[in-house]
Each structure stands twice: as structure tokens, then as C-alpha cells.
């Protein structure tokens, strides 16, 4: 890595750079992988963190996720079927959002939408897969792409400055967690706009919480949540937010009094890496090479990985991998190499030139 890495007036410095180091020389617990560096982690004796102590037996992890398969089942019962979809799906054209996809299509029968936002930044291989899946899987596909202005304007900002919570860099870089927010503003208002009563995300434990395995939302909540959000985000990133982060009044009245049930069902399955690739790839889907480590979609991601370490000094990634450790999906040794693999900015200079 340069000893000085700069983005038109986006740089780390020195500092930074110290930060990446120690971080990938730091102390880790012995049997999930998560560095000391991570906030309020610390070791015992045995070297092992409070997390693996609070995370139960293999039995009680295993009733857990077969809890949160219950509760997904219960609210595909419930769904009513209003407008001409079952399901909106957040398809990122990644391995999860595909299996994500292709289960509810294939193994619980809805009827899905997938909506893809193009953020600018997506692989050509990624927006390759889009089609390439939804065609042979038969789902109806659409892609929205908000103004480049703006979502540049909005990724430089989350960088620069501290937009988001300290619970929510627990869980992604500043850019994806703007870039999430926007994303489920967009499926929740096309949702209550085309009546589709449940949403559908890829996301796994660690991306959130544990237990967001089904959230349900009213009108009441809705408006009390969004319009904080909303003011907030128009703070960093101007009036043009309105547009991408908030939910007109006449949306909201088509919600009524509805309940939307925003379900992220990879919280409830088994997740093994490989067998997910090999199951979407008989559909159609390719994995890309030039989207790094940890993405299968976005090409601003380790840009988003590398500024992260450089203000938090802990990866984006920690929680999520670990998390996969506790669970039995991912060994110690997978992870740790995963996250110690810092990205090679060079690989990405026209990205940046971008920003």
C-alpha cells in the first residue's frame, strides 16, 4: 500500500496507514477471530471474546435459526396478495440477494419483483447477472438508477464526515450503510406503491441485527422512523435527499392500515459460501472478478473498506465473519484470512477517479 492514498481531496495519511497495520496485527479471540480492535471486545484468559461466551450451544444456534425460518414461514402465510407481486426482492445481483431470489421463487412459490439500484458502481459482470438470473429463473426485473450527482455527493460525505451511528459501523462502512439506507427506502415506498405486503433482503447476521429476521412496519412507525432519518440525512447530504430518503404523504396513505412485513430470510437458512455459488450458478450466475473479497456486486467496496479502517481501525466485515464462525458456517481460519486480505486500492483507480 502507497504511504499516502488520496481521492480528489479524500486521502489517508500516515495515521490511517498505522491504523490498517495494527489492526491486522492485532490480538484475536481464539475461536471466532474478532479483533481486540473491535469496540468493547475483550479477551478472557483463554483468549476467547464475551461474544462466543453469550452465543450459546450448537443446539440453542440451531433452534434459534430454525425459529427465524418459523417466523418467515408464518408471515408468507399472512401476506396478502393485493397488487400483481408476492414479494419485492432488494437484488443486489450478489450470491446472497440471488439465493435470496431463487429460494422464495423456486422453494416457497412467490411471486417476486426484483429491483436492483444502480449506484454507479456496480461490476458490468454484476449487471450481467441481473439479467442473466431473473430471465432464467422467469422473475420480473427492473433497475432504478438514481442521479450519479447525488450518490457520489452522498458516498464522498459519508466519508468525510461521521453520518451514521457507532452501532451502525459495527456492521458496514459509511458507504454502505448510506448506500443501504437508500436502497430500503426505495423497495419499502415501491412496495406500499404497488400494494406488495412483504419486502426481501439478502442481507446475513452481522449486516443486521440478529434477530431482523422479520420486521413489520405500519404506518405509525413508518412516518415517526423516516422523518428523523430524513432530516438527518438532508443535514449531510442536502434537499436532493428528500427524493431517495423519504416517503411521500400520498405513499404513505396507500399503507393504510396494512402491515409491511421487511423480512431478511438468510438469518433463518444455512449459509455455506460454495454451495450458494454453485447452486445460482446453474441459473445463469457468474461469479465477478473485480469486485474484491467481500462482494459479489459493488466495485466501491473495498474503497468503502479501506476508509473505514482508517477512521474505526477495526474491518466492516469483523462482525459479519465472525458471526458465521459462532454459527458454524465459516472456520477461524477463513475469516481471519478474509479480513486480513486488505484491499489493493491501485486495483481500483478508476473508482476512485469516479468519487
Avoid at 491486522?24 to 473491535?38: A, D, L, M, P, Y
Avoid at 453469550?54 to 425460518?69: A, H, M, S, V, W
Avoid at 426482492?89 to 416457497?108: I, N, Q
Avoid at 443486521?208 to 422479520?214: C, I, L, Q, R
Wanted: charged share 25%; proline share 3%.
Amino acid at each position: 500500500m502507497s504511504q499516502a492514498l488520496k481521492i480528489e481531496g479524500l486521502k489517508i495519511e500516515e495515521e490511517g496507514l498505522q491504523k490498517i497495520h495494527d489492526y491486522v496485527e492485532s490480538e484475536r479471540c481464539s475461536h471466532c477471530g474478532i479483533s481486540v480492535k473491535f469496540p468493547g471486545i475483550k479477551l478472557d484468559d483463554d483468549g476467547v471474546c464475551h461474544l462466543c461466551k453469550d452465543e450459546g450451544t450448537r443446539q440453542e444456534i440451531e433452534e434459534l435459526r430454525k425459529n427465524l425460518n418459523r417466523q418467515l414461514d408464518e408471515v408468507i402465510t399472512k401476506i396478502g396478495k393485493r397488487g400483481d407481486y408476492d414479494c419485492i426482492v432488494a437484488y443486489s445481483g450478489g450470491k446472497d440477494s440471488s439465493m435470496t431470489l431463487l429460494k422464495l421463487t423456486r422453494d416457497y412459490g412467490l411471486n417476486c419483483l426484483a429491483i436492483t439500484i444502480d449506484n454507479g458502481f456496480l461490476s458490468d459482470s454484476a449487471i450481467k447477472n441481473c439479467h442473466a438470473f431473473t430471465q432464467e429463473l422467469g422473475v420480473d426485473f427492473t433497475m432504478f438508477t438514481p442521479s450519479f450527482g447525488f450518490m457520489r455527493n452522498m458516498y464522498r460525505k459519508s466519508i468525510e464526515n461521521k453520518v451514521h451511528s457507532n452501532a451502525s459501523a459495527k456492521r458496514a462502512s459509511a458507504v454502505c450503510n448510506s448506500c443501504i439506507g437508500l436502497i430500503n427506502n426505495h423497495m419499502i415506498k415501491t412496495a406500499i406503491s404497488m400494494e406488495v405486503d412483504m419486502i426481501a433482503g439478502g442481507y446475513l447476521g452481522g449486516q443486521v441485527p440478529k434477530d431482523a429476521a422479520v420486521m413489520e412496519m405500519n404506518a405509525n412507525n413508518l412516518v415517526r422512523f423516516r422523518e428523523s432519518a430524513l432530516d438527518h440525512y438532508k443535514m449531510h447530504f442536502g434537499d436532493e435527499a428528500q427524493k431517495f430518503f423519504g416517503i411521500p404523504p400520498h405513499v404513505l396513505e396507500k399503507l393504510g392500515d396494512r402491515t409491511l412485513y421487511v423480512t431478511n430470510p438468510m438469518l433463518g437458512w444455512e449459509y455455506d459460501k460454495e454451495a450458494i455459488i454453485k447452486e445460482i450458478s446453474q441459473y445463469g450466475w457468474e461469479k465477478p472478478s473485480d469486485t474484491g473479497q467481500h462482494s459479489s456486486n459493488c466495485r466501491l467496496n473495498d474503497v468503502g473498506i479501506i476508509f473505514h479502517l482508517k477512521e474505526s481501525g477495526f474491518h466492516p466485515y469483523e462482525t459479519e465473519l465472525t458471526d458465521l464462525v459462532r454459527k458454524g458456517f465459516m472456520t477461524r481460519e477463513d475469516a481471519i484470512g478474509k479480513l486480513n486480505d486488505i484491499p489493493d486500492l491501485d486495483q481500483y483507480s478508476d473508482v476512485m477517479q469516479k468519487l
